[in-house]
């Protein structure tokens, strides 16, 4: 795994050759991302659920250690193409994913890349809390544990702890580890899958609505927390709530009908969308 | 006769629901609004006619026979009146075997009684038809002036079908409790004449049991554990073989094949639990029998003809569907999100297996494993025909044992009197099987329930 993880970076340089030589144009404005570097940069993504097409050429940038918020109305395709950052449509027999899509510059659909091992660097939390029907403690160290990161039982229960800690939840929870994830509350089973999805230790995490199915107040920790978390990870996040897009997001996707409409920092998209059908959508239009 | 009033049950239940169907409809046209809907009414009316026909039938079988015998042994004279009901029985067989015409009657007498019979018969039947028809024309005239705009008919009739599911399933349980007691007092009646103490833990099964009170060696000896080994020891054969062979297969059906050889598959494999035991039987005793002993004596072991691996092997094949079929359906119920959260983990499909979706489906599987074991413990046929009958206590597999089952259908086969300690046996058998079984079953639906909770 760490071998693959080097040949990414050491790619760093081919990478600058590679966008050049696909040189296409962003939908939207291109100064955008003086900030960071893109961590993601996908072009011309289609997929097809059988004969069904889902995504006509997506092409974006995603900047590394920031929030990325995907907008839209249900169906069009947010869950997708997110989906297709960490090859989860690999797991759909019907899906057929083509274009680029680029982790630091390295292709993550080459032939030669395990899924397996980019599932490692790329996280994903889910709509609904999915904690496996184990102790809170196996949860978090569900991944150290499969992909052997730690060496030491001492190691793994220091993992164990950070993680909680990263996803707020260590102190709800420091006393019972060794009960099951099943009996938190529904904002703590999403925190816990947050911390599960940490442990790895990924580059990115992807949110696929992950607040849709919390009350306010666990949707407010959620929200909170997937800010602190930008600090250190890249976050991409689908969301049915625009002032939930608004709250956390740095830029803001939005999608219709399988096309990339609209791409680029939030604030211009909630003020100034420069295409109708944002504009639209943002206004409560449809959706 | 009986046919004619069945048929005459069905026509009424079809022209009251004509008949109901049709007043309502004349009602609606009449543009009165129904609270009901048509063929509800008509529902209500067929079934309040139905049911006192049905009662009257019900009433009607178990005391028409009486009235029919009291009637004939009435007709004869002083002389020929049974003493004793054995004698009553004996003076019956006469009289309907004269009635039918099926022998000569021995007597005048009786052949006039077998006329009183015949009358009997015929008043008892003609009564029967007569109160059917009063019973259904008061309940139509009774039904049909409630058909009205108001009438609940909907309701009314949704209460008569819940009654109906009741006696269903009020047949089921007192069934089962009836099974229960009779085989608990027969159990009873055999601790009485023989020590429960030494049926549970005695270590010798013979239970031949003196004919002549002058015969020796022959006093029965009821020590059940050899019956309890040998049951256990082709059980545990059996498990060996359908554990792992049926978990597997549900792991193969439910997490990698396709959907098109599942569904071939699937229904094949249940077909397995479609044979006849018997079949499984034979072909335990005729091929795999042999076979264990042609290849036992190959490397030098001695193998009974009949051996309880033998059974247990065949046992093992026939409940292979009980524990895939039961296994594959807790593995599929297992949500794709927990599957969906591993893999995006990063752990591959073994993984993914091993760590999440057998321990999430692990209490099902272990009940799916617990009613194929019910299952083996009460399976007969295959240990009668391929494990012997011999109650040797023994753990060795390549020996002929016997297990409760088989010592059931010998004890209780042939011509026995059915108070003697030995036929009794059979019943304490059965209840000890019986509370097994019962027991395994109970716990296996209750860790069901109590994982079925967990996910929805
Ligand atoms: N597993 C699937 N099989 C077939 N079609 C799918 C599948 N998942 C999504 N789709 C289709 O792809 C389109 C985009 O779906 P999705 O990405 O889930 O939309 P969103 O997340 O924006 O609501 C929808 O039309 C949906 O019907
Ligand atoms: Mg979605």
Redesign the interface.
């Known amino acids: 795994m760490t071998d693959d993880r080097e040949t990414s970076h050491n790619q760093g340089p081919t990478t600058v050759n590679r966008m050049a030589d696909l040189n296409m144009p962003l939908t939207s404005a291109a100064g955008l991302f003086t900030a960071n570097a893109p961590k993601v940069t996908a072009r011309d993504v289609t997929v097809h659920y059988g004969d069904k097409q889902a995504l006509f050429g997506v092409s974006i940038d995603i900047p590394e250690k920031s929030v990325t918020a995907f907008i839209g109305p249900s169906g069009c395709g947010k869950s997708t193409f997110l989906r297709c950052i960490n090859r989860m449509n690999d797991t759909i027999p019907i899906c057929r994913v083509a274009g680029e899509i680029l982790i630091d510059g390295a292709d993550i659909y080459d032939r030669r890349l395990d899924p397996v091992l980019l599932r490692a660097r790329v996280g994903m939390v889910f709509q609904k809390p999915n904690p496996f029907p184990k102790t809170i403690y196996e949860n978090v160290a569900y991944g150290p544990r499969i992909h052997g990161t730690t060496a030491s039982r001492q190691e793994l229960d220091g993992v164990v702890e950070t993680s909680l800690r990263k996803a707020g939840l260590w102190d709800e929870v420091k006393d019972r580890l060794d009960q099951p994830g099943t009996g938190l509350s529904g904002g703590q089973q999403q925190r816990l899958c947050i911390a599960r999805a940490i442990a790895v230790g990924p580059e990115v995490i992807l949110m696929d609505e992950p607040c849709s199915a919390l009350d306010p107040i666990a949707t407010a920790r959620i929200e909170e927390l997937i800010f602190e978390l930008a600090a250190n990870f890249t976050i991409v996040i689908v969301t049915h709530s625009m002032q939930q897009a608004a709250r956390v997001s740095q830029q803001t996707a939005f999608f219709h009908l399988g096309h990339l409409v609209e791409y680029g920092a939030t604030e211009q998209i909630f003020t100034a969308p420069s295409d109708k059908r944002t504009q639209d959508y943002i206004t409560g239009r449809f959706g | 006769m009986i046919a004619l009033y069945f048929v005459l049950t069905a026509l009424v239940a079809i022209s009251a629901f004509a008949v109901g169907r049709a007043r309502s409809q004349r009602l609606k046209v009449a543009g009165v609004r129904l609270h009901s809907l048509p063929s509800y009414h008509g529902l209500f009316l067929a079934a309040i006619c139905t049911v006192p026909m049905l009662l009257a039938v019900a009433a009607w079988t178990p005391l028409a026979p009486r009235y029919v015998e009291a009637r004939a042994v009435a007709a004869l004279p002083e002389a020929l009146q049974p003493a004793t009901g054995l004698e009553h029985d004996a003076r019956m067989r006469e009289i309907v075997m004269a009635a039918e015409g099926r022998a000569q009657a021995p007597s005048p007498e009786v052949a006039e009684a077998g006329r009183a019979y015949v009358a009997a018969q015929t008043t008892s039947k003609t009564v029967l038809l007569v109160a059917g028809i009063l019973a259904a024309l008061a309940a139509f005239s009774w039904g049909l002036p409630r058909i009205s705009a108001d009438f609940r008919a909907r309701n009314r009739f949704e209460a008569l079908t819940l009654w109906l599911l009741i006696a269903c399933s009020a047949v089921a349980v007192l069934t089962t409790i009836g099974i229960l007691f009779s085989v608990m007092f027969e159990t009873l009646r055999f601790f009485q004449r023989y020590p429960w103490w030494d049926f549970l833990f005695g270590l010798q099964w013979s239970p031949q049991t003196a004919i002549r009170s002058d015969q020796i060696g022959a006093s029965g000896s009821f020590g059940a554990v050899p019956l309890f080994v040998g049951t256990s020891l082709i059980m545990v054969i059996a498990m060996l073989v359908a554990g792992p062979v049926g978990l597997f297969a549900a792991i193969y059906m439910s997490e990698y094949a396709t959907p098109r050889f599942r569904s071939l598959a699937k229904p094949l494999l249940e077909v397995l639990a479609g044979i006849p035991t018997v079949v499984f039987g034979f072909f335990a005793a005729l091929t795999v029998a042999p076979f264990i002993r042609r290849t036992g004596e190959a490397l030098g072991l001695s193998v009974a003809s009949e051996s309880a691996l033998a059974a247990g092997l065949v046992m093992g094949v026939m409940i292979i569907p009980f524990v895939s079929s039961l296994s594959d359906d807790v593995i599929t119920a297992v949500?794709q999100?927990?599957?969906?959260?591993?893999?995006?983990?990063?752990?591959?499909k073994a993984?993914t297996i091993k760590?999440?979706i057998l321990?999430?489906a692990l209490p099902g599987i272990v009940s799916a494993f617990m009613l194929a074991v019910s299952r083996a413990v009460g399976e007969t046929m295959i240990v009668v025909m391929a494990a012997g009958l011999a109650g040797n206590l023994t753990f060795n597999p390549l020996e002929a044992v016997t297990t409760v089952t088989v010592q059931i259908k010998t004890l209780l086969t042939g011509d026995q009197e059915f108070d003697s300690a030995k036929t009794l046996s059979a019943f304490a058998l059965g209840f000890v099987l019986f509370f097994f079984t019962l027991t395994l079953n109970v716990i296996a639906l209750r860790i069901v329930r109590k994982y079925r909770e967990?996910y929805d």
């Open positions: 949500p999100s927990l599957r969906d959260g591993s893999y995006a983990m990063g752990s591959t993984e760590r999440v321990p999430a967990q």
